[in-house]
């Protein structure tokens, strides 16, 4: 078994120079083969977006960005790292320059972008080889990592990254720069915000790794959003899919991206928490999809949704009108959270803010006949039996008035609800979840 062992550190782990000492700890105790992936320093890719969009905001962004990684890494600018260090710099420098006259440039605003990761590389591996270890930064492009679009991309290409891929690069320990790498037409492109986490776990399956372990500021992934005021535990283990379904509605601790690169071959993910780096086992493991039908694990919560109902005309050709309309909403980014064709209708969940959007790609096929709104959209995950969900809510004198019935999936069943209160509502469904139930 391949014993590589992938480690992504984001944002939120480095705030301070103290993060790295506990970074540093990590990796030296660490058997086997280690690649690091890295995101920005903390708050690095907001300066540097705004940089871009607010010419006037860049006259002094270097100067302080020189300021905020010297403080991570001191005496960077004296260490064997300092002229590709340095050339950052002058990368962001002539980026802002050209955006001065074209600010349209996707490749400036990408390459300046970038530059967060690039400078992270620099200062975690400059202060691992302080602790004396063989690390080095490496730029993903450089080494072969490649994305599925130009400017930006959903993910990355796993096959065009394993046959490009430089393995003689990876001696020592490997610190890479997540959230970008080779677009299509050859020059940078970007994921999504949160993207560095797909960037780890396509790094993962390129190496066919033995485990990803993304590092975060929380204890594992929690059943309940802490947004919502609620005291819940982690959930021990997530499959895949369960995993995705939960991130893309209610729970940002990892991308909903982040799952897809390790599915089809087992690679599992530790989720840990930075500050608790000496537990034996992880607060959250995802994995493959184990069914246990009646194991409600996690409650979902998406605010402001809307139900547009349209009516088919032309009944024989329902199934492509609607796979036109899937495809052309997928095309302007949006989610349908719930698709339900019967004979003659189909109803399309969607977010409130992209409702208008929405509206107008669906007219062009068919004719819409109710649009419902609704304060949000709850989704118990583990299971896709009604009866279980409605029987456990029962059990524990949850209110179940609220919710209306919308839809099951695979692995969960999700519900609609207006109330002027979701946090009471989060509150009073999180008992389901508390206990196993008796079912």
């Given at each position: 078994m391949n014993d590589v062992v992938v480690h992504k550190f984001g944002g939120s782990c480095l705030r301070d120079s103290s993060d790295l000492?506990?970074?540093?700890?990590i990796i030296n105790a660490q058997a086997g083969k280690t690649v690091i992936v890295v995101s920005a320093l903390w708050g690095v890719t907001d300066r540097l977006l705004r940089a871009a969009n607010e010419p006037r905001y860049a006259t002094r962004l270097v100067s302080d960005l020189k300021k905020q990684h010297s403080r991570f890494s001191p005496l960077i600018e004296q260490s064997i790292l300092a002229e590709k260090y340095n050339n950052v710099f002058t990368g962001i420098e002539k980026s802002l320059s050209n955006l001065s006259t074209n600010p349209d440039s996707y490749v400036d605003v990408n390459t300046l972008l970038a530059a967060g990761e690039r400078l992270s590389a620099l200062v975690v591996a400059n202060e691992l080889r302080k602790k004396e270890m063989d690390a080095y930064p490496v730029g993903s492009e450089d080494i072969g990592i490649c994305l599925d679009g130009t400017d930006t991309a959903t993910g990355v290409d796993i096959e065009s990254s394993i046959k490009k891929l430089d393995h003689s690069a990876f001696f020592g320990i490997p610190v890479i720069t997540g959230w970008f790498g080779e677009g299509k037409d050859g020059n940078l492109a970007l994921l999504s915000r949160g993207g560095s986490d797909h960037s780890a776990a396509a790094i993962a399956r390129i190496l066919?790794?033995?485990k990803l372990i993304l590092w975060k500021d929380v204890d594992g992934i929690l059943?309940?959003?802490?947004?919502?005021?609620?005291?819940?535990?982690a959930v021990p283990y997530l499959g895949y899919d369960e995993a995705r379904e939960l991130s893309r509605?209610?729970?940002?601790v990892v991308h909903h991206t982040t799952m897809a690169p390790v599915k089809d071959c087992g690679i599992p993910i530790e989720i840990r928490n930075l500050h608790s780096p000496s537990k034996s086992y992880a607060?959250?493991?995802?994995g493959p999809n184990i069914i246990q039908t009646s194991q409600?694990?996690?409650i979902g919560c998406m605010r402001s949704i809307a139900r547009i109902t349209a009516e088919v005309g032309d009944v024989s050709n329902q199934s492509k009108l609607l796979g036109q309309i899937l495809i052309h909403l997928d095309r302007e980014n949006i989610t349908c959270w719930s698709v339900e064709s019967r004979p003659s209708t189909i109803d399309i969940v969607v977010s409130q803010q992209q409702l208008t959007i929405a509206e107008n790609i669906i007219e062009t096929r068919l004719l819409i006949t109710n649009v419902d709104l609704f304060s949000c959209l709850i989704s118990?995950?583990?299971?896709?039996?009604?009866e279980i969900v409605e029987r456990r809510l029962q059990q524990v004198n949850s209110k179940i008035s609220d919710l209306r019935f919308l839809n099951s999936?695979?692995?969960?069943?999700?519900?609609?609800?207006?109330?002027?209160d979701i946090k009471q509502l989060m509150s009073q469904l999180s008992t389901v979840i508390e206990e196993k139930p008796n079912v």
């Open positions: 000492e506990t970074i540093a700890e066919d790794a033995k059943s309940i959003n802490p947004r919502w005021g609620v005291s819940v535990k509605m209610d729970a940002p607060p959250t493991v995802i409600l694990k996690a118990f995950i583990g299971t896709n039996s009604r999936t695979k692995l969960s069943v999700q519900y609609v609800a207006n109330t002027n």
